[in-house]
């Protein structure tokens, strides 16, 4: 069908024989849909009071870093290495700085050992496979920051603060993948010409290449340091020469191996108990999800928020949100009564990639009457000017609708379920789910 000028004209005559829509047009073009649309009933109801909730905490700011994946992280072990440390969770702070740096390094790593395995090397099949994908980015999961800390360990901020280019970081970003890509051209076509043992000394020649490149810009991660504080009844202690894993094996008493991931994911391609991978995103240890429905996610969190650990989350966060009261309701506004636009499910929006899990968050509080779940509060990383001190309070049907995964200590889930992480994974290139 072709749009014509009569069709226009059509349109505009049904659209001024409703004298609400002029009144609806001129609100929305005077203070933008949100401000229009925005429903104070809904923030009303979802005040920031939980009956099961983690002490209070400081906020970590990401600022223009896509470090998100390391600061849940962060939030989920800080009240147990605190606790170990007998300081305060808010005098805790460790450095994302220094975990970032291995992660890029690791990242550069499995790329060219990736290049060497591979049978095809073909630009078109490196494309469409999305291998190269994750050159030199600074975006993660669960199981690379377990596995970063599990072997590199942990690093207070003090000891590698932020640098210029750490918390904004386009320009390393940009910089570093190139040089990684460049070094991949160099491998492809070594391939045909010299030996595997050959390769692998060229690789080891990049990655101190790597290495100097990331310590310029990122100041070079200690060894060691001399660490040193005063614990909350004021007892000066100290540590000489401990090394970033003696530290995390110290006071790092969680068991990171015992969380897995479990999700949400009901699109056309994923079935639930079944374990999908990530196949597009290497790393040290593989990205896996069991797919289960909603209402596992919601009682697994609880279990472990009443325990006193904080859920590390992925979600979609780009609709139904307002940072000011920091709410994230789904009622939040009403586009069908003003515009008549449903909103997608999470179906429908999976299914056509509209909405896919972008960030990652920590939930660190619960309200729950009758059993069930009315709201969460959620620990973000963009500081504490925003929101209710940095913090979200989820609706519980935005969790239904918007979160995609949690990680949880297996012991919270059921016995069919540990079975189940048993399954042999199925892969799928990863754009999002």
């Known amino acids: 069908m072709e749009i014509k000028l009569e069709n226009i004209k059509e349109f505009s005559k049904k659209y001024n024989s409703n004298l609400t829509n002029k009144i609806i047009e001129n609100a ?5 849909l949100e401000n229009t649309m925005l429903d104070r009933n809904i923030i009303i109801e979802n005040q920031p009071i939980f009956n099961i909730e983690l002490p209070e905490s400081s906020r970590y700011d990401q600022k223009d870093s896509y470090k998100c994946w390391i600061y849940a992280g962060f939030n989920v072990i800080k009240y147990n290495v605190a606790q170990n440390l007998n300081i305060d969770v808010k005098d805790l702070k460790l450095s994302s700085n220094y975990i970032s740096f291995f992660d890029r390094l690791e990242k550069a790593n499995h790329l060219y050992n990736e290049i060497l395995e591979l049978d095809n090397v073909d630009f078109e099949y490196l494309e469409k496979e999305k291998i190269l994908d994750q050159a030199g980015e ?6 690379f920051f377990k596995s970063l800390v599990l072997k590199y360990g942990l690093l207070p901020y003090e000891y590698m603060p932020d640098t210029k280019e750490s918390i904004d970081v386009d320009r390393i970003t940009t910089i570093y993948t190139e040089k990684v890509l460049k070094d991949v051209i160099k491998l492809i076509h070594l391939k045909e010409k010299v030996s595997k043992q050959e390769l692998e000394h060229e690789i080891e020649k990049y990655l101190s290449e790597d290495y100097e490149i990331l310590s310029k810009i990122l100041g070079e991660p200690p060894a060691n340091f001399n660490y040193v504080y005063k614990d909350n009844k004021g007892k000066y202690c100290e540590y000489r020469n ?4 003696e530290f995390k094996d110290k006071f790092l008493t969680l068991n990171l191996k015992d969380f897995v991931n479990i999700g949400n994911i009901p699109k056309h391609n994923k079935e639930y108990n079944k374990i999908y991978r990530r196949d597009n995103y290497k790393h040290i240890e593989e990205s896996t999800l069991l797919n289960l429905p909603i209402e596992y996610l919601k009682d697994a969190s609880i279990k472990q928020l009443k325990d006193g650990i904080p859920v590390y989350m992925g979600i979609y966060v780009r609709q139904f949100r307002d940072k000011k009261s920091g709410i994230l309701d789904t009622r939040l506004f009403d586009y069908n009564k003003t515009l008549g636009i449903k909103s997608l499910t999470k179906e429908e ?4 990639a509209r909405i896919k899990m972008h960030h990652f968050m920590t939930l660190t509080g619960v309200h729950i009457i009758d059993d069930k779940p009315l709201r969460w509060k959620v620990e973000d990383s963009y500081g504490d000017k925003e929101k209710v001190n940095g913090c979200y309070i989820m609706n519980d ?9 949690v990680i949880v200590d297996r012991k919270y889930l059921s016995d069919k379920h540990i079975e189940l992480l048993n399954q042999e994974p199925i892969d799928y290139i990863d754009n999002a789910f």
């Open 28 to 32: 929305i073009t005077t203070n933008g």
């Open 242 to 245: 401990i090394t970033p894993i």
């Open 349 to 352: 929006g999976l299914n056509t």
């Open 397 to 405: 049907n935005y969790f239904d609708k918007y979160v995609f995964d």
């Open 138 to 143: 600074e975006t993660g999961y669960w199981e």
